[in-house]
T-cell receptor, first 117, second 112 residues
Framework: NAGVMQNPRHLVRRRGQEARLRCSPVKGHSHVYWYRQLPEEGLKFMVYLQKENIIDESGMPKERFSAEFPKEGPSILRIQQVVRGDSAAYFC???????????????FGEGSWLTVV | RKEVEQDPGPFNVPEGATVAFNCTYSNSASQSFFWYRQDCRKEPKLLMSVYSSGNEDGRFTAQLNRASQYISLLIRDSKLSDSATYLCVVNRHTGTASKLTFGTGTRLQVTL
């Protein structure tokens, strides 16, 4: 998986609890992406972050979801007051800071499976 | 209309068969194109990039038609291990990074 580490791999939460998913990108990668995959569906872009900045959060639900990528430490995807519909696989990916004209290669982590009961 | 559309399948084929998947994309600003493979409950993995000139990697051949906004993947001599979901992916550069848009995938089941 080219070194993107996600944890926890599996997380069970009761409705109303908070879920925190962590992602450590490939060493030296400064771009992090979060994708969500609902059961039997494709991956949907959620958010793109660079260190300390949110660049594109057009795929994030307006409420309860937040993401950060601090200067030190992993990227965190936080889901507050989880509901059953949040049950999904959450994939993190990272890429290096390529120039605009280069084809970027994005490396995926193994995913975090959230189950809300 | 979805930005990337694929036939969900499943495609059930016998070992040794040739199978082709198609994909269309709606955003003409898309700049690069890929096929990813995803096994059940695993992360997607890059299978191959797709170029207008067509490209081949062993039993796999990918083709891009920019005018028709159409991408294809051909698998020859299918193996049991090819059973997976194949994701068509388009990429747009935004600033200095990329935004990948995934199709919902086409499921392939290769049988004995």
């Amino acid at each position: 998986n080219a070194g993107v580490m996600q944890n926890p791999r599996h997380l069970v939460r009761r409705r109303g609890q908070e879920a925190r998913l962590r992602c450590s990108p490939v060493k030296g990668h400064s771009h992090v992406y979060w994708y969500r995959q609902l059961p039997e569906e494709g991956l949907k872009f959620m958010v793109y972050l660079q260190k300390e900045n949110i660049i594109d959060e057009s795929g994030m639900p307006k409420e309860r979801f937040s993401a950060e990528f601090p200067k030190e430490g992993p990227s965190i995807l936080r889901i507050q007051q989880v509901v059953r519909g949040d049950s999904a696989a959450y994939f993190c990916a990272s890429s290096p800071n390529y120039g605009r004209r280069e084809i970027n290669t994005i490396y995926f982590g193994e995913g975090s499976w959230l189950t809300v009961v | 209309r979805k930005e990337v559309e694929q036939d969900p399948g499943p495609f059930n084929v016998p070992e040794g068969a040739t199978v082709a998947f198609n994909c269309t994309y709606s955003n003409s600003a898309s700049q690069s194109f890929f096929w990813y493979r995803q096994d059940c409950r695993k992360e997607p993995k890059l299978l191959m990039s797709v170029y207008s000139s067509g490209n081949e990697d062993g039993r796999f051949t990918a083709q891009l038609n920019r005018a028709s906004q159409y991408i294809s993947l051909l698998i020859r001599d299918s193996k049991l291990s090819d059973s997976a979901t194949y994701l068509c992916v388009v990429n747009r550069h935004t600033g200095t990074a990329s935004k990948l848009t995934f199709g919902t995938g086409t499921r392939l089941q290769v049988t004995l």
